[in-house]
DNA sequence: TCTAAAAACGATAATCATAATCGTTTCTAT
DNA sequence: ATAGAAACGATTATGATTATCGTTTTTAGA
């Protein structure tokens, strides 16, 4: 296995994730670290995110529009993607948690490292606005 | 809207998806149908699965190594992806239905489509492969 | 502190699954 | 039967992600 070396850039990549709640795109975390370190490289947010994602420090909930869309938090908690604004927000969703992978688990002689439940619709404020008339332009989920 | 003409080879494309509980990509699709009508092609497989999925009769259930995984049966059930060999396979995961959905919709005012739950881990042929010390080559999910 | 080997980087090119294009063929309402 | 629309095959384009490679940074050991 390789040795890992401290990384100041690496480091700002899970500082930026771990940040919002935005569940953003890798190339949202570059357009903000852009800003702070001007020579950054999209190439380095995806480099780091697929080792945080081997390591389980990160997580990629959905895709949406052809893009990855990622979690810093590792904790047991469920998502919801509007497929009208594209918006991803955590949502709690009573019985997925560690306990329904052991039961998958023993129900099928299958080794589970984790879930992944998402839920997909139009979110609370799409809704306001397609009651106001306002022009639908779906996402692609 | 767009009025819909009957197509043989459309046709083709979703009885070849729901006579198999592989849970295909869309190349495997085409190879398939390829056999059977040597002038197909693989738009045709990508242009009517995009279709269904906007029908809802056909969803895309996990990315295994940068493809889709398509699945025919709409009834609400779960899935297993195994990151060594890449076999997706139905689970029954309890609680994981439509009354979910129209929990979440009540709790957080959106308006819930569907969900899509997913298990990550190691199947038990590739557990049993793994002890008697085959080769793991891991696949990205 | 210095140094050399390994790791990480930036810039850029390659990959490849999927989507779009376009001229031709197939459907179907009339 | 026929014209207009829809679907097709073949092909090209797209674009997110990954790989490459020469340079820079990190770090273990002298």
Redesign the interface.
């Known amino acids: 296995m390789k040795r890992l070396n401290f990384s100041k850039k690496r480091d700002a990549v899970l500082k930026v994730l771990c940040s919002t709640k935005t569940h953003p795109t890798a190339e949202w975390i570059y357009a903000q670290l852009k800003q702070e370190y001007p020579d950054f490289s999209l190439g380095t947010v995806y480099r780091n995110l697929a080792l945080f994602k081997k390591q389980g420090l990160v997580v990629a909930v959905a895709?949406v529009n052809g893009q990855e869309r990622y979690d810093g938090v590792t904790a047991s908690h469920s998502h919801?993607v509007?497929?009208r604004c594209g918006s991803v927000f955590d949502?709690e969703?009573?019985?997925?948690d560690f306990e329904?992978?052991s039961?998958?688990?023993r129900?099928?002689?299958?080794?589970?490292?984790?879930?992944?439940?998402?839920?997909?619709?139009?979110?609370?404020r799409c809704?306001q606005e397609e009651e106001s008339g306002e022009q639908t332009k779906n996402v692609s989920v």
């Open positions: 895709n919801f509007c497929k949502v969703a009573p019985g997925a329904l992978d039961r998958i688990a129900r099928y002689g299958c080794e589970v490292e984790r879930h992944n439940l998402c839920f997909y619709g139009t979110c609370s809704r």
